[in-house]
């Protein structure tokens, strides 16, 4: 059964504090690694998918790194508008399997 | 180019009824997915369609449950006699054409059983 586990589960950061979200996970026959952001009362917005390992994506402040285990979405000089919960997800077959979330807090 | 759309977005509805909720995809996708969400946990998997066809179904699928996708286009989800448990977020997905495994959600529907 594939599985997906998101630490920390809620992060604090000061606008400007770089960070990183972790992912991991197991799945057999990995066809992607996706990553989503989700604002409160709205639908996940993907943000990336990654196909295999050593593979790196990144979109303005955000970087999302994949090795055989485990993800990263590393956080660079975060804004306010960048407080969501981010939620990491795999897929095996054809359905995605999420992990919890990570909800992010940024402070100006 | 249009993302996907689900309608109603909110729905309130007394324990026993029925249900029935409508998604309409991304044009071009010819693959359909309906997820659940409850606060605090990530979307779970309930059914997949490819084109008008159900391919996969979640055991959290119970028989009150029904979803249909009639000529492969939009999609409706039922819930029968409704419980207090089936209170959340309906999510539906879809993806298709080079990155059939990039999926695409809509806002969503909320239920809420009283």
């Known amino acids: 059964e594939d599985q997906v586990t998101q630490s920390p589960e809620a992060l604090r950061l000061q606008e400007g504090e770089s960070s990183s979200l972790n992912c991991s996970y197991t799945?057999?026959?990995?066809?992607?690694l996706f990553w989503y952001r989700q604002d409160p009362g709205k639908g996940p917005e993907f943000l990336f998918t990654?196909?295999?390992a050593g593979e790196e994506k990144e979109k303005e402040r955000l970087k999302a790194t994949l090795t055989k285990k485990e993800s990263f979405l590393h956080i660079t000089a975060p804004k306010p508008e960048d407080s969501a919960t981010y939620l990491c997800?795999?897929?095996?077959?054809?359905?995605?399997?999420f992990g919890k979330g990570t909800m992010l807090l940024v402070s100006p | 180019d249009t993302g996907v759309s689900q309608d109603p977005r909110h729905k309130i509805t007394k324990r026993g009824q029925n249900v029935t909720f409508r998604c309409d995809p991304i044009s071009e996708h010819n693959r359909l997915y309906w997820y659940r969400q409850t606060l605090g946990q990530g979307p779970e998997f309930l059914t997949y369609?490819?084109?008008?066809?159900?391919?996969?179904k979640s055991r959290l699928l119970s028989d009150r449950f029904s979803a249909e996708r009639p000529k492969g286009s939009f999609s409706t989800l039922e819930i029968q006699r409704t419980e207090q448990g089936d209170s959340a977020m309906y999510l539906c997905?879809?993806?298709?054409?080079?990155?059939?495994?990039?999926?695409?959600f809509g806002p969503g529907t909320r239920l809420t059983v009283t």
């Open positions: 369609f490819q084109n008008e066809a159900q391919l996969e």
């Open positions: 997905a879809s993806s298709g054409g080079a990155l059939p495994y990039e999926q695409y």
């Open positions: 799945v057999s026959g990995l066809r992607g």
């Open positions: 997800a795999v897929s095996g077959y054809s359905t995605l399997t």
């Open positions: 990654l196909y295999s």
